[in-house]
Nanobody, 118 residues
Framework: QLQLEESGGGLVQPGGSLRLSCAASGSRFSIYDMGWYRQAPGKEREVVARITNVGSTDYAEFVQGRFGIYRDNDKNTMYLYLNRLKPEDTAIYYC????????????WGQGTQVTVSS
């Protein structure tokens, strides 16, 4: 069982930056593919960025080079750097971990709120 805890959300002005962290515990973090998802009010949860267990990354189209996803396997932590934030980035950001083709090994954090407003 893997436990995930997000932190780093908050209120930021348009154009500002934040760093989100996802701390993992309880299992071998390095074997999991990780990802950040977000859910805005009244909308479905959507993928923001993903990083595989070997460090390959991909991003949603709306990211447009503004965000960066990283992982530190020594610290059992994943990060999402959010830059040039826009009001439409306002959402709850969730951390996800899973093992490919093993749906029974998928875990979510509780989420962290990001609000972009002047």
């Amino acid at each position: 069982q893997l436990q995930l805890e997000e932190s780093g959300g908050g209120l930021v002005q348009p154009g500002g930056s934040l760093r989100l962290s996802c701390a993992a515990s309880g299992s071998r973090f390095s074997i999991y593919d990780m990802g950040w998802y977000r859910q805005a009010p009244g909308k479905e949860r959507e993928v923001v960025a993903r990083i595989t267990n070997v460090g390959s990354t991909d991003y949603a189209e709306f990211v447009q080079g503004r965000f960066g996803i990283y992982r530190d396997n020594d610290k059992n932590t994943m990060y999402l750097y959010l830059n040039r934030l826009k009001p439409e980035d306002t959402a709850i950001y969730y951390c996800n971990a899973k093992i490919r083709e093993r749906p029974e090994f998928e875990y979510w954090g509780q989420g962290t709120q990001v609000t972009v407003s002047s």
